[in-house]
């Protein structure tokens, strides 16, 4: 792995309360004592606690990101989330662009694009998420499908505007299914969104970008996908909600 710091980052999706996401909160911050040497760790909670949230681990090395945002600064759009209300609950990442959002909110890889957009204007960190279902893998078509979602969610942009970009390969067969893609099938994907980025934007981006792997990751097979060269951490869903496991996931 070329300098890439590792990335562990967790996503709450829509589970626990208020108090329960403080309490989970305190208690990673609580475990990630002391501090695990050369990995970036962030959690995603709902909105309504990021800021609580994000209050209790400000003195820790856990970074705080949301779901979603809206691309629009402020207005009149009832039930969105500015990137700006992100920033000032103490965000510093925001994941774009989730299967979930896909397949049931109507999200397009054009909305995505003005996403990302706005996150860079916001200085957030997008954690873009690509990935295909599974008919698309049975039909051979996991390529053509990372390469449209890719092509259209950063189109228009400069590879230094996207130097703070984390790609997130989430096979959509494998989130919440217990199905897993193995080590080598990660690494294929993540091997040809590499080169797609090194096409596409050259070399330096190529080189420092982060791809997560998402779907099903857990602490006993953390470590196989970790080896990977092409593999730079794990954007993990139900084993994240456990603090305990996480935490097991962040020290692999």
Same mark, same amino acid.
């Given at each position: 792995?070329?300098?890439?710091?590792?990335?562990?980052?967790?996503?709450?999706?829509?589970?626990?309360?208020?108090?329960?996401?403080?309490?989970?909160?305190?208690?990673?911050?609580?475990?990630?004592?002391?501090?695990?040497?050369?990995?970036?760790?962030?959690?995603?909670?709902?909105?309504?606690?990021?800021?609580?949230?994000?209050?209790?681990?400000?003195?820790?090395?856990?970074?705080?990101?949301?779901?979603?945002?809206?691309?629009?600064?402020?207005?009149?759009?009832?039930?969105?989330?500015?990137?700006?209300?992100?920033?000032?609950?103490?965000?510093?990442?925001?994941? &774009?662009?989730? #299967?979930? @959002?896909?397949?049931?909110? /109507?999200?397009?890889?054009?909305?995505?694009? =003005?996403?990302?957009? !706005?996150?860079?204007?916001?200085?957030?960190?997008?954690?873009?998420?690509?990935?295909?279902?599974?008919?698309?893998?049975?039909?051979?078509?996991?390529?053509?499908?990372?390469?449209?979602?890719?092509?259209?969610?950063?189109?228009?942009?400069?590879?230094?505007?996207?130097?703070?970009?984390?790609?997130?390969?989430?096979?959509?067969?494998?989130?919440?299914?217990?199905?897993?893609?193995?080590?080598?099938?990660?690494?294929?994907?993540?091997?040809?969104?590499?080169?797609?980025?090194?096409?596409?934007?050259?070399?330096? &981006?190529?080189? #420092?970008? @982060?791809?997560?792997?998402? /779907?099903?990751?857990?602490?006993?097979?953390? =470590?196989?996908?970790? !080896?990977?060269?092409?593999?730079?951490?794990?954007?993990?869903?139900?084993?994240?909600?456990?603090?305990?496991?996480?935490?097991?996931?962040?020290?692999?």
């Amino acid at each position: 792995m070329a300098d890439r710091t590792p990335m562990i980052a967790g996503n709450w999706k829509m589970y626990k309360t208020v108090p329960e996401a403080i309490e989970s909160a305190r208690k990673l911050a609580e475990l990630m004592l002391p501090e695990p040497a050369g990995v970036e760790v962030m959690i995603a909670p709902a909105f309504p606690a990021l800021y609580p949230v994000g209050q209790i681990i400000s003195e820790s090395c856990v970074r705080l990101g949301a779901q979603n945002m809206y691309w629009e600064a402020e207005g009149a759009f009832t039930g969105e989330v500015a990137p700006g209300m992100l920033v000032s609950s103490g965000c510093s990442h925001v994941i &774009l662009g989730h #299967s979930e @959002r896909r397949q049931f909110f /109507g999200e397009t890889d054009q909305t995505i694009n =003005r996403k990302i957009s !706005a996150t860079l204007k916001n200085n957030l960190t997008p954690v873009f998420c690509i990935g295909e279902t599974n008919d698309e893998r049975e039909q051979n078509k996991t390529f053509s499908v990372l390469d449209k979602q890719m092509e259209m969610g950063l189109l228009g942009f400069s590879a230094e505007a996207l130097d703070p970009l984390v790609l997130a390969y989430e096979p959509v067969w494998a989130i919440g299914t217990g199905k897993t893609a193995t080590s080598e099938q990660a690494q294929e994907v993540h091997a040809y969104l590499r080169q797609w980025v090194e096409k596409k934007f050259g070399n330096t &981006l190529a080189k #420092s970008i @982060r791809i997560l792997y998402g /779907g099903s990751v857990k602490p006993d097979n953390i =470590r196989g996908l970790m !080896a990977m060269p092409d593999i730079d951490g794990a954007l993990v869903g139900g084993a994240s909600l456990d603090p305990e496991s996480f935490a097991r996931i962040v020290r692999y």
